[in-house]
């Protein structure tokens, strides 16, 4: 059984930084791509940003290019998403979710974590 843990969310302000990680338990993570989504009060989930298997290749919404860096550490078990310079749009419950194959819909994805919220203030 896989278990998605994510840690790190809270309350800031505009500007700030924040770092999400998501820890795994299990002996698939290595072997799994990884991808954060997001989900904000009445809203659809929406994809944030994605890794590959071994880290090499990332991806992420234009809402958030420049801003966020996803990585991954296969011998931690963990993912993280960086995010710099944070607006009050991103405020949402943060999920991190990973499969044997990234993709840039949530529907791709069988494991989840539970969420973490983070919240801008302005």
């Known amino acids: 059984q896989v278990q998605l843990v994510e840690s790190g969310g809270g309350l800031v302000q505009a500007g700030d930084s924040l770092t999400l990680s998501c820890t795994t338990s299990?002996?698939?993570?290595?072997?799994?791509?990884m991808a954060w989504f997001r989900q904000a009060p009445g809203k659809e989930r929406e994809f944030v940003a994605a890794?590959?298997?071994?880290?090499?290749?990332?991806y992420y919404a234009d809402s958030v290019k420049g801003r966020f860096t996803i990585a991954k550490d296969n011998a931690k078990n963990t993912m993280y998403l960086q995010m710099n310079n944070l607006k009050p749009e991103d405020t949402a419950v943060y999920y991190c979710?990973?499969?044997?194959?990234?993709?840039?819909?949530?529907?791709?994805?069988?494991?989840w974590g539970q969420g973490t919220q983070v919240t801008v203030s302005s």
């Open positions: 299990g002996r698939t993570f290595s072997s799994f791509g």
């Open positions: 979710a990973g499969d044997n194959q990234i993709s840039f819909r949530n529907y791709k994805y069988t494991y």
């Open positions: 890794v590959t298997w071994n880290g090499g290749s990332t």
